[in-house]
């Protein structure tokens, strides 16, 4: 089975620019997340969707963050301006609906560098 | 809200010999799920091993144990016969369990420990 795919692996921008990050997960799996790790710390949630609608963005920077899961499928997280404190890894991740709630997996980020 | 905490932010270990990873967390929920997860370099997150709060037995798989004390709310891993390939950075994590049909299944992680493995 195909894992969650992330693009792109590695971003550098200046403070103030936009930047988008994609996220494709594992078929089927109608729930996906977006965590964000600075450097040195946990991964902490922002944002969970449940097929296209959101089910949790209270940790979300709504003024600056913005994320989008159109069709159930794929999703886009967008960070417009950025600031220094964006600079992170950020986290995709796909679950499916099951109960013991396994099955949770996991791309392999995107590090973001805000300069 | 939960909270999960790791003490260590660092340890190694010798090849082939036992380490224990350290994590408490805090909650008022009675069914929860407890993981452990290895990040090494290439950032993935790999799940280790899990444990469901109602189970009283430990889980195990292969080398990696855990000691799960709910009372104390403690949930410490156990590597044997550590493999340079071990070396990785490590996270505690909580989930709530399901609260509706949506469920909510959003992991809580510690601040992670850096395992070295010498040779």
């Known amino acids: 089975e195909a894992g969650v795919a992330q693009s792109p692996r590695y971003k550098i921008i200046e403070k103030r620019q936009s930047v988008a990050f994609w996220c494709n997960p594992i078929s089927g799996h109608a729930t996906l997340y977006w965590y964000q790790q600075i450097l040195g710390q946990g991964p902490k949630l922002l944002i969970q969707?449940?097929?296209?609608?959101?089910?949790?963005d209270s940790q979300l920077p709504k003024d600056r963050f913005s994320a989008e899961r159109l069709k159930g499928v794929d999703s886009t997280l967008k960070i417009q301006p950025a600031k220094l404190e964006d600079s992170a890894v950020y986290l995709c991740a796909s679950s499916a609906r099951q109960t013991p709630p396994y099955g949770y997996t996991f791309g392999s980020g995107t590090r973001l560098t805000v300069v | 809200a939960q909270t999960v905490t790791q003490s260590q932010p660092e340890m190694s270990v010798q090849e082939a010999e036992t380490v224990t990873l350290s994590c408490t967390y805090d909650t008022s929920e009675n069914n929860y799920y407890l993981f452990w997860y290895k990040q090494p370099p290439s950032r993935q997150m790999i799940l280790v091993i899990r444990q469901e709060a109602y189970k009283q037995q430990n889980a195990t798989e292969n080398r990696f144990s855990v000691n799960f004390q709910k009372a104390a709310k403690s949930f410490s891993l156990k590597i044997s016969d550590s493999q340079l390939g071990d070396t990785a950075m490590y996270f505690c994590?909580?989930?709530?369990?399901?609260?509706?049909?949506?469920?909510?299944?959003?992991?809580?992680f510690g601040s992670g420990t850096q395992l070295t493995v010498l040779p």
């Open positions: 994590a909580f989930m709530r369990p399901s609260i509706s049909s949506g469920s909510a299944r959003q992991l809580t």
């Open positions: 969707f449940q097929n296209n609608g959101v089910v949790d």
